[in-house]
């Protein structure tokens, strides 16, 4: 066989492999989601309920223990905004169209978003490595009671907490935001407080902030499902965890931009 032939056969091989495995990965994906979905009616329905503690654990590090990752973030991404876009809008002799236009960006789409990165890059990875740890002890592969019940302990509490979490998170990220938008703007680049603070105020419509809240909703379910996935589907041992930790994290950003674009296209079809 000439190099040339040998060249094309390993292509074939590659590609044919790489076709194989992300049609089992996106199988394996199909397959979590629809068990995630179908547990959490019947967690909730159960005799049990949800479980609460490790619903409340899911919730606090979620809610609380991201607070201050959160504040930082937005705040700093409220600052960036005002910096770039005052000063744009001023050469065109519209300084103070900027305190609203950015008001709007923060509120409709960047708020979430950097909650959804924050979300992805600490509990994406937070929860493929505690259910890769646990899942391999506690639950191994079995029967489908084994299954069912670490969907029920492992799985829905995080999800739901996440779900729940995310238009909070936004809120304060949403917050934090146009803070560091109005201290930016009014300390930094020499316009009136009070005229930054009334253009701000007057970009808050409910459909730009229901559609941060929507957005933080959906980018906290499509966290929380990349960061299980991969920690039920680790095997055991540090090197299987840290793989799923990659992994989670990854899928979790990929995650939340896909789903960003996904909603941007839906919100702009039916003008909301």
């Given at each position: 066989?000439?190099?040339?032939?040998?060249?094309?056969?390993?292509?074939?091989?590659?590609?044919?492999?790489?076709?194989v495995?992300?049609?089992?990965?996106?199988?394996?994906?199909?397959?979590?989601?629809?068990?995630?979905?179908?547990?959490?009616?019947?967690?909730?329905?159960?005799?049990?309920?949800?479980?609460?503690?490790?619903?409340?654990?899911a919730?606090?590090?979620?809610?609380?223990?991201t607070?201050?990752?959160?504040?930082?973030?937005?705040?700093?991404?409220?600052?960036?905004?005002?910096?770039?876009?005052?000063?744009?809008?001023d050469?065109?002799?519209?300084a103070?169209?900027?305190?609203?236009?950015?008001?709007?960006?923060?509120?409709?789409e960047?708020?979430?978003?950097?909650?959804?990165?924050?979300?992805?890059?600490?509990?994406?990875?937070?929860?493929?490595?505690?259910?890769?740890?646990?899942?391999?002890?506690?639950?191994?592969?079995?029967?489908?009671?084994?299954?069912d019940?670490?969907?029920?302990?492992?799985?829905?509490?995080?999800?739901v907490?996440?779900?729940?979490m995310?238009?909070?998170?936004?809120l304060?990220?949403?917050?934090?935001?146009?803070?560091g938008?109005?201290?930016?703007?009014?300390?930094?680049?020499?316009?009136?407080?009070?005229?930054?603070?009334?253009?701000t105020?007057?970009?808050?419509?409910?459909?730009?902030?229901?559609?941060?809240?929507?957005r933080?909703g959906?980018?906290g379910?499509?966290?929380?499902?990349?960061?299980?996935?991969?920690?039920?589907?680790?095997?055991?041992?540090?090197v299987?965890?840290?793989?799923?930790?990659?992994?989670?994290?990854?899928?979790?950003?990929?995650?939340v931009?896909?789903?960003?674009?996904?909603?941007?296209?839906?919100f702009?079809?039916?003008?909301?």
């Open positions: 066989m000439s190099s040339t032939a040998a060249l094309q056969h390993s292509f074939v091989v590659a590609t044919g492999r790489f076709a495995e992300a049609l089992l990965a996106i199988g394996g994906a199909l397959s979590f989601l629809g068990r995630t979905t179908l547990a959490i009616p019947r967690t909730l329905s159960s005799t049990k309920s949800l479980r609460r503690r490790e619903f409340m654990e919730v606090q590090e979620a809610g609380i223990e607070l201050p990752l959160v504040a930082f973030v937005a705040f700093a991404m409220g600052s960036v905004l005002a910096l770039v876009g005052v000063p744009q809008l050469r065109l002799g519209a103070l169209v900027a305190p609203n236009l950015v008001a709007i960006v923060i509120l409709r960047m708020g979430a978003l950097m909650t959804g990165f924050c979300m992805a890059g600490r509990l994406g990875s937070a929860n493929a490595a505690e259910l890769a740890t646990h899942a391999s002890m506690a639950h191994p592969p079995g029967t489908r009671a084994d299954v019940e670490a969907f029920d302990e492992l799985v829905v509490p995080r999800v907490a996440m779900a729940l995310g238009p909070l998170l936004v304060y990220a949403n917050a934090f935001g146009l803070l938008s109005i201290t930016v703007g009014a300390g930094l680049l020499d316009i009136p407080a009070v005229d930054y603070v009334d253009r105020r007057a970009a808050f419509t409910a459909k730009a902030t229901l559609a941060g809240l929507i933080g959906v980018f379910v499509a966290v929380g499902l990349a960061g299980c996935f991969h920690g039920l589907r680790s095997g055991g041992g540090p299987a965890v840290s793989q799923a930790v990659r992994r989670g994290v990854v899928t979790a950003v990929l995650g931009v896909v789903t960003d674009v996904i909603l941007a296209i839906f702009n079809k039916v003008r909301f």
